[in-house]
């Protein structure tokens, strides 16, 4: 596979870091679930007020696109055909790319220089020196005691790698060097063996079924965490592996998160499909999910909003767009990914349980490993919800995000080299 470069320019940023972390209260309060819609009663939008100055206010309800007829089990797709008279507010979708990548992707200078663990290294770097620095405070000529013990499992907690797992780290590490000297050397590795033999079990690489067209990819998470860079850096490599791709724009609240979707678009060849703002994001979705099939494309990326300030108006909404598109396939959304901005340390916990209740979370991506100093969370997370982690994104640029390797990131939080 020919990896090659992706645009020099950068899409838009947002700046709302402060938006992501105000969002999620410590602890969310469980909401009750609404009753599941029948096809005959349309969900109404409870009309909440929204608390964001600058999102244009509630759409109106819009009916669910009408059922249409159950495809034929075992008969191939049916053949193209122009779609009926469009809506009044649909816009004409591109049709998708099948020759080689847009010239933007296929500057090679401007791919990293470095190797991807040197890169990881680096970017985990905050999380690392915490550690390790820790770490030589406690066992600088020091035997392996009561007291050591409980200063590394603290150490642990603060480093966001959680209660359960500093004390499962430290007890195995009590077990086979207690009482003897150990040099901080010895503790690295030991942990970083134990963390990897946590996180191995969820690092499993994201598995695109090819028989289907198109495989549907659910993107949700909390606003700011990184969903569009991700289906950004994501269409990039599906592009390069030679698969046709497109992508929905279903955070329909904020003009610039279209925008920004867009840009992704342009530069990695992947038609997007968009609406107004405020437009109804399922009917978005059921629209891009028929374009993609009737296109035969490979992925159909979805963006969502994820606006947790109105959990149940959000909660509503990605449960609709998960219900409609199952209007025209089944089996959809055959990936619903959960993105995870790596700085929020513990509160990430919180995401995973509400969006865990509100969609059928599939698999995570932990984001801005490269910023924090809380990429610990990583292993706590894996240890308490074992959901696959799919990949981690390590910087803001196309090549920023690879799939998850449980060594190479146990050794990075540990600041060992790779071998
Ligand atoms: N350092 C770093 N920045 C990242 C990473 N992933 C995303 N970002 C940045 O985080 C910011 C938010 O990313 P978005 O992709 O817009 O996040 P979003 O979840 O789509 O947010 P909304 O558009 O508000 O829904 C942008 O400035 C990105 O460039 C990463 O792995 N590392």
Redesign the pocket.
Known sequence: MILRWFGRK??E??A??D?TTALLPEAVPAEPAPAEPTQETPVQEPPVPEPVAEEPPAPEPVPEPELPPPPAVETPPPPPIAPPSEPEERKDTPEIVRDDLPAALTAEEEKPKKGWFARLKDGLSKSSSKLTEGISGIFTKRKLDDEALEELEELLITADLGPTTAAKVTAELARTRFGKEVSPEEVKATLAAEVAKIVGPVAKPLEIDATLKPHVILVV??????????IGKLARQFRAEGKTVMLAAG?TF?A??VS?LKIWGERTGCPVVSRDTGADAAGLAFDALEEARRQGVDILLI?T??RLQNKAGLMEELRKIVRVIKKVDESAPHTTLL?LDATTGQNAHNQVEVFRDMVNVSGLIL?????SARGGVLVSLAERFKLPVHAI????GVY??RPFDADQFAKSLMGLPSQ
């Open positions: 950068k899409p940023e947002q709302r870091k938006e998470g909390v606003n700011g965490t990184g969903k569009t860079t991700t955070d904020r610039a998160a920004q963006d909003a994820g993105t984001t801005k490993l490269d910023g994104g390590i910087g803001e920023d995000l």
